[in-house]
């Protein structure tokens, strides 16, 4: 598990048109730089919004992902919930011990 | 005293983004209750706004974590969220950098802090300036207290920046306004987003319009997660506003609990004047 660079791989998204515009392009070869299991890459290339909650992404950063992923804010919540569903309780980070799998 | 203003306020983007979300009637005391404090603040006539915030993740990182970081530049740009999101427009925040770099000094003194000559605004600072600066007319000096990732600064530490800052206020022939932007209780971003607890929420406000030192600081971190989660580590910003307003008590002019806007919807303004 590495949550640190999967969180510093969306914090680089949200900060700079250039990388969102790389990772749109090709999201593999944005993401090759980053230190990351290849389960974190899968979810970072998708993006699968649940999975990256379930492994721990702060919500601060999450949310702004999946709005330039084109989710809105009902489908934002729900995608969250439903990767609990499918994958468990998150699994590190702030919001380990909260939330409906906790 | 040149500290001509202090007052707290929520920063939820909901405010702005889901405006269309609250119940109108909450939406018409909230905006009243800005209103209000927009006109409080021009009525000081201040030479600056300090806006006391808890950003995220904009500027700062876990590579290198500020607890307190204070802006020393003349311009600032946001909001860097999507401005068709946050429905705020984009804007160039006039700042004050030599009278920052004044105040810092004087902060300083006290307590350690990373100054900043380029900050990208988040929702956190542009929900208020959106509500309470409709115009960009006074500049802004932006301070930051580390609210998302832990470890945080202890309460007693975010106390002593707010008495700094009084220090650095008093110390400067300029008039200054102050706010602290954040939410008490909320749990913003997450499946349990729009959760508030209002009874923690009106027991946090009546230790600050109290303004008592000692019960702003019992809190742990660990029962203000449990009681207030992970947003609720942003009362740091209005410990810090209750500190610089020391000797002074506060009245809250505004609580609406808005689960659209995930938190208690709060204006609060620290009496200067007794």
């Known amino acids: 598990m590495s949550l640190y660079y999967v969180q510093k791989a969306i914090y680089e998204l949200n900060r700079s048109e250039e990388a969102l515009a790389d990772w749109r392009l090709d999201a593999q070869a944005y993401l090759a730089d980053f230190d990351l299991t290849d389960e974190e890459r899968l979810a970072l290339a998708t993006p699968d919004i649940g999975l990256l909650y379930v492994l721990g992404v702060n919500g601060q950063l999450l949310m702004h992902l999946a709005a330039a992923a084109g989710y809105e804010w009902d489908a934002y919540l729900n995608a969250m919930r439903e990767g609990m569903r499918q994958h468990g309780p998150v699994r590190e980070g702030l919001y380990k011990t909260v939330g409906d799998g906790a | ?274």
Not at chain 2, 57 to 70: D, G, I, K, Q, Y
Not at chain 2, 81 to 91: F, T
Not at chain 2, 164 to 176: H, Q, T, V
Request: proline share 7%; net charge negative; with cysteine.
């Open chain 2, 1 to 274: 005293m040149s500290l001509v203003f202090a007052g707290v306020c929520s920063h939820g983007p909901g405010i702005t983004a889901r405006a269309q979300r609250a119940a109108p009637e909450s939406k018409r005391k909230i905006d009243a209750a800005y209103a209000r404090m927009r006109e409080a603040i021009h009525a000081c006539q201040p030479d600056a706004l300090i806006v006391i915030s808890a950003e995220h993740f904009a500027n700062f990182f876990m590579n290198n974590m500020p607890s307190f970081a204070v802006g020393m530049a003349d311009y600032y740009d946001g909001p860097i969220e999507n401005p068709e999101w946050l429905r705020i427009p984009p804007r160039r925040v006039p700042g004050e950098k030599a009278l920052s770099r004044e105040l810092l000094e004087t902060v300083m003194q006290e307590v350690d802090v990373a100054y900043c000559e380029e900050w990208k605004f988040d929702h956190g600072i542009m929900v208020p300036l959106h509500l309470l600066l409709p115009d960009n007319d006074v500049p802004v000096i932006p301070v930051n207290v580390n609210c998302q990732a832990p470890p945080l600064a202890p309460l007693q530490r975010v106390y002593a920046l707010g008495q700094a800052l009084r220090k650095a206020c008093e110390a400067s022939d300029k008039r200054i306004a102050m706010i602290g932007t954040g939410g008490i209780s909320h749990w913003p971003c997450t499946p349990d987003s729009g959760k508030i607890n209002e009874a923690w929420d009106r027991e946090f406000l009546a230790r600050w319009t109290r303004n008592d030192r000692s019960s702003l600081l019992d809190y742990t971190d660990a029962a203000t997660y449990q009681d207030g989660g992970q947003g609720g580590y942003e009362i740091r910003t209005y410990i810090a506003v209750a500190a610089a307003a020391a000797g002074h008590q506060g009245e809250i002019w505004c609580y609406e609990p808005v689960p659209a806007f995930a938190c208690g919807c709060t204006v609060g303004v620290m009496d200067l004047a007794t």
